[in-house]
Every structure is written in C-alpha cells, then in structure tokens.
C-alpha cells in the first residue's frame, strides 16, 4: 500500500468515476483502475461497486476512505514539517470564515500572503460561526474567523483571539418609511418584516436574545444562508429590513442604515487550532499580527454614521 494508491481511492470517491479520477491524478485510466484492483486485493475487499452507469463506494470502502483521508493530510503536513525547518512554507491553508467578517480584511491578509509564502495552497469556506469552530476543533480549517453574540462565551477547545466587538445597525430600502430617522429602537422595529439568518446560527441569536431580553417577537419572514449580496438584495427591493454589523454595512450598496439604541452586539474572534498549528497557519496568524503565544485586547469599534446609502 502507499499513498498514491490512496490518492486514486479518494479521486475516484470524490468524483464517483474511474475517467475523471484519472484524469484529475493526471494518469490513465488503466493505470489507476490497475492500482486500484491491486489494493483491493491486498485488502481483501473491494472498495468501489462498479456497474456500467455508476461507481459506488463499498461499506469497506467508505471505511478505508476516511483513514486514508488522514493518512494523505499527515503526509502532506509532515513534509511542510520538513520545509519549514529548512526556512520554507509550504503545504495547504485552510481559512474559514463568517459573511460579515469585517474586524481583518481577510482578502488583503492573503494576498500578502501569497506573496510571501506562493507554495501554499489556499482554501476558503464561508459558513456559520459554530460550524467552523468545530471544524478548526477538528483538524478541518487552520483558521477561522468567527462572529458571536457577547452574551456568548469565547469558543471552547480552540485557541481563541478576540479582535473587535460591534454593535448592529437596522439596514433598510431607501424608500422605506423607517429610512428618514435618525435612530430606532427595538420595540420601533419589532412590527417590521425581517431577513435574517437560519434559526440557531451565531449570527441569528444575536438579534433572537435581544428581541426577546426586551420581551418583544418580531416576524423573519426570511431567511437566508449568506448575509451578504442576496440579503441586501431583499432589503433593497423592500421585501424586509435586516440588522447587521456596523462594520460591515460599508460594503453593501442601495440601502440606508440607522444607528439602534437598544441594538445587540457581537463579538468577533480569530481561532486556530489549540494543540498544533501547521507552519502555513502559524505563517498567516503572523501576517494577521496575531502572536498566538501573547494576549490581546479586544478593539472596540464605533458605528457609522447612522444613515448610509
């Protein structure tokens, strides 16, 4: 066994086909069907059910994928190990991170990057907040960016760095009657329709605790996986009016934004991994100016001005 017959499994898992695994591993497929066949038969099982249609992965060979997933992430680390002690970073950087980032210009931060570490490869992932700290927890992501309400604790089981707290601001449509105030409060903005993120989301709770701390509901009428492009697009066309953090309504185009007195918070916190860091990641946490080893303070931002188109 050795770790280019693993490559294939996974390449053949991922694209369920023995043509487009071939091709994405740069071999034909000949080559790759006989290396296969040959693992199999050191195993003795057989990974793939194979019909004229479709390939399919086998119970042993969901099992043997997932060790050989680990085993290719260890041999990839050990060699950015090895670079790293010769003064080379290479190897893969996994980032993950919340729509609404807005305490580090995360595309500024890779591109200086990339100009100093270029074989490194970059992934990103956009998601929830919960969701990629599991997944910085796991071993999946090197490091994320996350928004929690402050009512929340900083997250568990990670190494944990808090960069700026951030009041929310009421987003709506320019036309909108709400749009010629100067500030709102909840109780103002609790008759009007919303667009918000999933229920259970970081993002989501911010806004649930506060209406419900004032003891007041409010009707989400929408909801929406990504705070960004299409949940301005709704408020836009007065479907609905969304809160969002000051720091981030900058971005966003056709829309007015109007300070909320009573308005909940967030917190915005840089993880990475608590027990080991990979040489690519302890590389980008330098770049980010955050020294993993020394506290520091979290920044306090103020809103904008309160209305902005």
């Given at each position: 066994?050795?770790?280019?017959?693993?490559?294939?499994?996974?390449?053949?898992?991922?694209?369920?086909?023995f043509?487009?695994?071939?091709?994405?591993?740069?071999?034909?497929?000949?080559?790759?069907?006989?290396?296969?066949?040959?693992?199999?038969?050191?195993l003795?099982?057989?990974?793939?059910?194979?019909?004229?249609?479709?390939?399919?992965?086998?119970?042993?060979?969901?099992?043997?994928?997932s060790?050989a997933?680990?085993?290719?992430?260890?041999?990839?680390?050990?060699?950015?190990?090895?670079?790293?002690?010769?003064?080379?970073?290479?190897?893969?950087?996994?980032?993950?991170?919340?729509?609404?980032?807005?305490?580090?210009?995360?595309?500024?931060?890779?591109?200086?990057?990339?100009?100093?570490?270029?074989?490194?490869?970059?992934?990103?992932?956009?998601?929830?907040?919960?969701?990629?700290?599991?997944?910085?927890?796991?071993?999946?992501?090197?490091?994320?960016?996350?928004?929690?309400?402050?009512?929340?604790?900083?997250?568990?089981?990670?190494?944990?760095?808090?960069?700026?707290?951030?009041?929310l601001?009421?987003?709506?449509?320019?036309?909108h009657?709400?749009?010629?105030?100067?500030?709102?409060?909840?109780?103002?903005?609790?008759?009007?329709?919303?667009?918000?993120?999933?229920?259970?989301?970081?993002?989501?709770?911010?806004?649930?605790?506060?209406?419900?701390?004032?003891?007041?509901?409010r009707?989400?009428?929408?909801?929406?996986?990504?705070?960004?492009?299409?949940?301005?697009?709704?408020?836009?066309?007065?479907?609905?009016?969304?809160?969002?953090?000051?720091l981030?309504?900058?971005?966003?185009?056709g829309?007015?934004?109007?300070?909320?007195?009573?308005?909940?918070a967030?917190?915005?916190?840089a993880?990475?991994?608590?027990?080991?860091?990979?040489?690519?990641?302890t590389?980008?946490?330098?770049?980010?100016g955050?020294?993993?080893?020394?506290?520091?303070?979290?920044?306090?931002?103020?809103?904008?001005?309160?209305?902005?188109?």
């Open positions: 066994m050795d770790l280019q017959q693993m490559r294939y499994v996974v390449a053949v898992a991922e694209t369920n086909s043509t487009r695994a071939a091709e994405r591993c740069l071999v034909v497929q000949s080559a790759l069907s006989h290396q296969i066949a040959r693992l199999e038969r050191e003795g099982a057989r990974l793939f059910d194979r019909t004229s249609r479709r390939v399919r992965l086998t119970p042993a060979g969901a099992a043997f994928l060790a997933r680990q085993c290719l992430e260890a041999a990839e680390r050990a060699a950015a190990e090895v670079a790293a002690a010769v003064g080379e970073v290479r190897g893969r950087l996994a980032v993950g991170l919340i729509p609404t980032v807005a305490a580090v210009d995360v595309p500024g931060a890779l591109r200086t990057f990339r100009r100093r570490y270029p074989e490194v490869r970059v992934g990103l992932k956009v998601g929830a907040s919960e969701d990629l700290a599991d997944q910085v927890r796991d071993g999946g992501l090197d490091v994320a960016f996350l928004g929690l309400p402050t009512t929340a604790p900083a997250p568990r089981g990670v190494a944990a760095r808090a960069l700026a707290r951030d009041r601001v009421a987003v709506v449509a320019p036309d009657p709400l749009a010629g105030e100067p500030t709102l409060d909840l109780r103002r903005l609790s008759s009007e329709v919303f667009v918000d993120l999933p229920v259970g989301t970081a993002g989501r709770a911010q806004s649930d605790l506060a209406f419900a701390a004032a003891g007041l509901t009707d989400v009428a929408f909801e929406v996986t990504t705070a960004d492009l299409f949940m301005a697009r709704l408020v836009a066309q007065g479907l609905a009016i969304a809160l969002l953090p000051s981030y309504v900058p971005q966003l185009t829309v007015v934004t109007i300070e909320v007195t009573d308005a909940p967030r917190v915005e916190y993880v990475w991994n608590a027990t080991g860091r990979t040489p690519a990641a590389a980008f946490l330098a770049v980010l955050l020294d993993p080893g020394a506290p520091e303070p979290v920044r306090n931002r103020e809103a904008p001005s309160p209305r902005r188109t």
